[in-house]
């Protein structure tokens, strides 16, 4: 089965920076996407990355490129948000998510596994 775990969550000031981690456990295939989502309380969920570990592609969400950069030590099964210049707006919590297919994860956003989120406050 597989697991994923996120990690570093946090309030930050705006103009902070932080670093999400999501540990994946449990992976039977290395051709497998795994990315990040975010949702905000009463707003509806915004992709923010994934990377394909099938071709090595990076995608990013509407607004995501630039502050935002995904991260991949597949030798540990982790990956990482780097988040910079962050903003109020960016308060959410963050999903890490994993499928085999990556337009199941992206493109449909039901992706087969989701970790449990971690809480990122921006502060004004």
């Known amino acids: 089965e597989v697991r994923l775990v996120e990690s570093g969550g946090g309030l930050v000031k705006a103009g902070g920076s932080l670093r999400l981690s999501c540990k994946a456990s449990?992976?039977?295939?290395?051709?497998?996407?795994i990315g990040w989502f975010r949702q905000a309380p009463g707003k509806e969920r915004e992709k923010v990355t994934f990377?394909?570990?099938?071709?090595?592609?990076?995608y990013y969400g509407d607004s995501m490129q630039g502050r935002f950069t995904i991260e991949s030590d597949k030798a540990k099964n982790m990956v990482y948000l780097h988040m910079s210049s962050l903003r109020p707006e960016d308060t959410a919590n963050y999903y890490c998510?994993?499928?085999?297919?990556?337009?199941?994860?992206?493109?449909?956003?039901?992706?087969?596994?989701w970790g449990q989120g971690t809480q990122v406050t921006v502060s004004s």
């Open positions: 998510a994993l499928d085999n297919v990556s337009f199941k994860l992206w493109v449909l956003q039901t992706p087969e596994y």
């Open positions: 449990g992976i039977t295939r290395d051709d497998y996407s």
């Open positions: 990377i394909s570990h099938a071709d090595g592609s990076i």
